[in-house]
């Protein structure tokens, strides 16, 4: 599971920003009733979900991309040579440009604490250390100095100088170690790359097959308590020719590819193409319930940005039962959904602000912060109203707007 995720000098993100899924202790009636909104590790209680709430160009999607980023520098860096340029931008206003971006994520990975933090610039990785709590205690497995030095915890890599040897400036330590059999990084590694997912899979590509399969029944249970009326689905593999460079020529190849039929409550007998003949709602509910069964089955954490876009609010209401009904399950959302600003159905910490300061900077706050709130306020028609800043303000009226257009 996640514990907390930490970024600084990132796009429109300047100072630190965390995002905590630690929980606050909030003990009040209407929290107790989300008692299924925490999970425990260890005594502490952690959320299951996370919502960022915010206007558009605030920074919700940055700080998605962030977490994207910092885990793909984790399961990619290794692959890097000299001349790659990393693809971010720092914070472009008062000389946050010649600043380090930094990037830090505490974890649980097989009932064990791991704190991951690295920083860079967009030419090279200038520091990077991993600390563990074997025994509820934090112990060094490496430091990684802007020296370029390297000190290690007693057996916690095997030859780690042979790691440090084929680490050059463009990759993570722990990347090459995973490339390199060393034991504990390829642990870390595969719980960046199966455990800790971004965002949703192509249910076109052939690999979404055995997860249909798997999920089958699940996923058509879903849909009728959805209320679509669709009663079977199935799986067909199509060939399509599409452009393939072979030994850097472009040409023309065939490749399979996974089709989904449907069929509905009335008309049995009738296949409908579910890429061309169901309704945006339906195809993006489908590719949620592929990928969200997996992260709750299998106890997984998942982000999605707007997750719930062409989705009715009960479909958005559905979907965080889903992670709220599994055991251990997260997911990081961002959304403009204000439905679901509801303290009866999220807790206050669960609620986060993403807003854009004088200085274009994004901060980020929850409705846990606002300690003059009271959980028998509506804090959907609060945000609306700009009580928290989140919200645009935005001149509409058909008077301005009749200017607008005279102009």
Known sequence: MILKIEFENFFSIRDRVRIDFRAASINTALTRELSHNVMEWKGVPILKTVGLFGPNASGKSNILKAIN????????????????????EPFKFDGWQN?????????????????????????????????????????????????????????????????VLNTGEKNLFLSRASSMNRGIAQKLYRYFMNQFLLGLV?????????????????ILKALEICDTDITDIEARKEQIYAPASVLGQVEVKPIDVLKFKTFHRNKKDVMFDMDMEESDGTRRLFRILLRLLDVVRNKKGIILDEFDQSLH?????????????????????ASHNTNLIDVKRLRRDQIIFVNKTEQGATEVYSLYDFKDFRENMDAEKGYIQGRFDAVPYVDSSVSSIKQLLEG
């Open 313 to 333: 609010t009960r479909l958005a209401d559905f979907i965080l039962d889903l992670i709220h009904a599994s055991e251990s399950s997260q997911l990081l959302f």
């Open 202 to 218: 192509n249910v076109n590509e052939m690999v979404v097959l055995d997860s249909f399969n798997t999920y089958k029944k699940v």
């Open 99 to 163: 600043k380090p971006s930094k990037f830090l994520i505490d974890f649980v990975c097989e009932d064990v604490e791991y704190e991951y933090a690295f920083e860079l610039t967009r030419e090279r990785i200038i520091s990077e250390s991993l600390y563990h709590y074997p025994v509820g205690r934090r112990a060094k497995v490496y430091v990684r100095d802007a020296d370029g030095k390297y000190s290690f915890g007693t057996g916690t890599i095997v030859k780690p100088s042979d790691v």
């Open 69 to 88: 980023f910092c885990c793909r520098m984790i399961l990619d860096s290794h692959l890097y040579n000299e001349g790659v340029t990393f693809k971010f």
